[in-house]
């Protein structure tokens, strides 16, 4: 019997390190080739999650930027995308308040100009958070990116919106204080978004039909394989819509207590091989 498993990939099939095991590799490989389908539904823009994959034997569909575009045998399957007078009422409010937001579109990843500056100031002005994270993960929250082909700075969400056959799939906003009034504010002033969030301190915002359930089971109808024979792996709230939408869903031990709770298993950790137990155990012939 085919099935088809939606795999997340930060706290979930990435380590703590941010690789790919090998027992997590060699399970993912068996599984396809039982005749599995084995897909990436991940946070991540399409171009990054590639950018993981590239070193390792892994050739898979994906779902990338929460599920708001979808990818199979090299062709977009689908786009999902937030109306434009959504996007610039949502970057009106994080630019009111100072919030520190990058822009997922179909053309690559837009850093808001001031990005690193706001970072330094909100860890600055709440010195506690910092005993949170690692000197390493400040390091690289606090660094300004590197201009790339697909990651860009703007200044103004008009120059993103004027460019040519453009369109954003996502918001991703740093939080370290202000998350709830945050969401509250944007429930209250804009329509038409739906908002999550894939850690403690960012929320992520898409459009209302922009979300890893719809993707795996726009998936699940490319591949034929019927909802019921769909499994879901997942460790936070973003993956909430695709472990609701599998017919079995699977938590990380390391994932969040509420995830936890929802879910109709729980494999192990991260750093403990938890995808590689779960397919071995749920997905195996």
């Known amino acids: 019997m085919k099935k088809?498993?939606?795999?997340?990939?930060?706290?979930?099939?990435?380590?703590?390190?941010?690789?790919?095991?090998?027992?997590?590799?060699?399970?993912?490989?068996?599984?396809?080739?039982?005749?599995?389908?084995?897909?990436?539904?991940?946070?991540?823009?399409?171009?990054?999650?590639?950018?993981?994959?590239?070193?390792?034997?892994?050739?898979?569909?994906i779902a990338g930027s929460n599920g708001t575009i979808i990818e199979a045998n090299g062709s977009r399957l689908l786009e999902?995308?937030?109306?434009?007078?959504?996007?610039?009422?949502?970057?009106a409010i994080l630019n009111e308040n100072h919030f520190p937001f990058k822009v997922y579109t179909n053309k690559g990843i837009f850093v808001e100009a001031n990005f690193t500056e706001r970072m330094k100031v909100l860890l600055d002005e709440n010195e506690d958070i910092r005993k949170h994270f690692s000197a390493r993960q400040i390091k690289l929250m606090t660094e300004?990116?590197?201009?790339?082909?697909m990651l860009k700075f703007f200044e103004s969400i008009d120059h993103i919106l004027q460019?040519?056959?453009?369109?954003?799939?996502?918001?991703?906003?740093?939080?370290?204080?202000?998350?709830?009034?945050?969401i509250s504010l944007l429930k209250e002033k804009v329509e038409n978004i739906v908002i999550t969030t894939s850690g403690p301190y960012n929320?992520?915002?898409?459009?209302?039909?922009?979300?890893?359930?719809?993707?795996?089971?726009?998936?699940?109808?490319?591949?034929?394989?019927?909802?019921?024979?769909?499994?879901?792996?997942?460790?936070?709230?973003?993956?909430?819509p695709m472990?609701?939408?599998?017919?079995?869903?699977?938590?990380?031990e390391n994932g969040d207590p509420t995830i936890k709770?929802?879910?109709?298993?729980?494999?192990?950790?991260?750093?403990?091989?938890?995808?590689?137990?779960?397919?071995?155990k749920y997905v195996f012939d």
């Open 163 to 182: 460019l040519e056959n453009i369109s954003v799939q996502k918001f991703f906003i740093a939080t370290f204080v202000g998350k709830e009034a945050l």
């Open 261 to 280: 709770e929802r879910a109709s298993a729980v494999t192990t950790a991260n750093d403990e091989d938890g995808v590689a137990t779960a397919i071995e």
């Open 203 to 240: 929320i992520e915002i898409m459009d209302t039909n922009g979300n890893k359930g719809n993707a795996l089971k726009l998936m699940a109808e490319h591949y034929n394989v019927p909802i019921e024979n769909t499994i879901a792996i997942g460790d936070n709230f973003n993956d909430l």
């Open 144 to 149: 300004q990116p590197k201009e790339t082909e």
């Open 80 to 91: 999902v995308s937030i109306d434009n007078q959504s996007v610039k009422n949502v970057a």
């Open 4 to 61: 088809l498993v939606a795999i997340d990939l930060d706290g979930t099939l990435l380590s703590s390190n941010l690789d790919i095991s090998k027992r997590n590799i060699t399970a993912i490989q068996k599984a396809q080739q039982q005749g599995h389908i084995i897909m990436i539904c991940s946070g991540r823009a399409p171009e990054d999650i590639k950018e993981v994959l590239k070193d390792t034997p892994i050739e898979c569909p």
């Open 243 to 252: 472990l609701e939408q599998s017919g079995f869903s699977i938590a990380m």
